[in-house]
């Protein structure tokens, strides 16, 4: 089945508004032709309104938020809730990095707290899992994955999967420069699409589109994009500079 390619930018705690600004001017300017995939950026919170704003020109470019409250509203300092950020036109949630699980302890629960409150929303997600090179060693990457799909998206509904992308993201791969090969990567693919057809049938699993992470670069971005059960990539330090973030694109992506 035809799965359309999404490449999504995660910033991190990187780019404030004026920097959003300039890399938007040059990546548009770089971007010529128009690849036949959706792209996406996740910027800083502090930068989405100047993102919003930069991109108003740019049909097919759309906003992500990195994280998001599971609460609506509240006594809850230094939070951000999913009203908020469709008020400000946000379209997508990037939920259960592995830097939100490991520096920030979010657990599956919490991680599918807040796939719910996003949902309920309307927000897209980006559900991000992977395995610690640790639990890849002791042979337990199927269990870890298996648990972080079942318990991540416990309460999301058949309906809900036609906007979710799930990020399969190794940690021993992020911003270390080491990357999954095309065939761990491919392996990991599509054991996850199996597990996603255990819960929800053959269709729905067929539909969803599974993104690689991991030190996703402009010369190894063919290579993955070229594997069947991989339908895009999140990208971070490399989807800092904007025309590695074209390359990659283009590179993964042929034009339409
Ligand atoms: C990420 O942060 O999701 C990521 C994949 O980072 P990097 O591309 O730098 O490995």
Same mark, same amino acid.
């Given at each position: ?118 949902? &309920?929303?309307?927000? @897209? !997600?980006?559900?991000?899992? *992977? ?5 890849? $060693? #002791?042979?337990? /990457? ?60 053959? &269709?729905?699993?067929? @539909? !969803?589109?599974?993104?690689? *992470? ?5 010369? $190894? #971005?063919?290579? /993955? ?32």
């Amino acid at each position: 089945m035809f799965r359309r390619p999404i490449f999504a930018a995660n910033w991190k705690m990187n780019k404030g508004p004026s920097d959003t600004q300039a890399f938007v001017k040059s990546f548009l300017s770089k971007l010529t032709g128009r690849p036949a995939c959706d792209i996406v950026i996740a910027a800083p919170f502090i930068s989405l309104p100047t993102l919003s704003e930069s991109l108003r020109d740019a049909r097919g470019v759309e906003m992500a938020a990195q994280n998001c409250s599971q609460f609506d509203d509240g006594a809850y300092t230094g939070e951000i809730s999913v009203k908020m950020l469709r008020e400000i036109l946000v379209r997508h949630v990037i939920i259960g990095h592995s830097e939100r699980r490991s520096i920030f302890g979010e657990t599956n629960a919490v991680i599918n707290a807040k796939m719910k409150k996003a949902r &309920e929303a309307g927000l @897209k !997600l980006i559900f991000c899992i *992977g395995e610690t090179l640790e639990e890849r $060693n #002791a042979g337990i /990457l199927e269990n870890v994955l298996r648990t972080q799909i079942t318990e991540g998206l416990a309460g999301i509904t058949a309906e809900d999967m036609d906007d979710t992308v799930i990020a399969y993201e190794p940690v021993w791969a992020i911003g270390t420069g080491v990357t999954a090969t095309a065939a761990q990567a491919q392996e990991a693919h599509a054991f996850v699409r199996s597990v996603v057809t255990e819960l929800y049938g053959s &269709e729905i699993a067929q @539909k !969803l589109r599974i993104q690689y *992470g991991g030190s996703v670069k402009p010369n $190894n #971005a063919a290579e /993955l994009m070229a594997c069947p059960d991989i339908d895009g990539a999140l990208i971070g330090g490399a989807s800092l500079e904007a025309q590695s973030f074209v390359d990659i694109i283009v590179n993964g992506c042929p034009a339409d």
